[in-house]
């Protein structure tokens, strides 16, 4: 297994749709994945898709922590091979996103509330999950790189959008 170079904002991998996998058992998908798991734990991101360790297929890799979801119980790793998400409740919610390809940057993404995603696991079976508040959006965050979009193209308001710790200065000075 190798840790691979993330690509950042700004690199055309980035910024174009991927390409679905054909066989999700292949030997360089498998080897993918694992890079990618590696790599996901070095970064010690929530989730990783192709793209951005430069490979244009639509290969997702993503995990929830106990103490970042809704529901405190999280999600352990889990492999998405060609996902499709169906909004399901599309009530816009807007929080804080961060991304491994704009390192040291967040923004306020408004998304939907919950989701149905269809994929393939690794071992190319079909599986279908629903996913509402924080799990929704890491699911849509890390989907939306599969077609070329990054988060900030979902912000409405760039003022919201900046360095972390400038925007932690900031939210910590407007409490009470």
Not at 33 to 48: F, S, V
Not at 104 to 131: K, Q
Request: proline share 10%; with cysteine.
């Amino acid at each position: 297994m190798a840790i691979l170079k993330i690509a950042r904002m700004g690199h055309p991998v980035l910024a174009r749709p991927a390409d679905p996998v054909a066989d999700p058992t292949a030997p360089e998908v498998r080897r993918l994945i694992d890079d990618m798991t590696e790599t996901l734990r070095d970064a010690a991101g929530l989730g990783l898709a192709a793209p951005q360790v430069h490979e244009p297929w639509r290969v997702v890799l993503y995990r929830l922590p106990p103490a970042r979801s809704d529901d405190g119980r999280g999600r352990p790793l889990t492999v998405l091979i060609n996902p499709v998400l169906t909004v399901e409740d599309p009530t816009p919610i807007t929080e804080w996103e961060a991304c491994l390809s704009l390192p040291g940057l967040t923004g306020a993404v408004p998304r939907p509330r919950a989701v149905r995603l269809n994929a393939l696991d690794a071992e190319g079976r079909s599986f279908e999950l629903r996913a509402d508040g924080h799990h929704a959006r890491v699911l849509q965050h890390e989907c939306d790189h599969l077609d070329g979009i990054l988060y900030p193209q979902r912000m409405t308001d760039l003022a919201r959008f900046g360095f972390v710790d400038d925007i932690k200065r900031r939210l910590a000075a407007d409490q009470p």
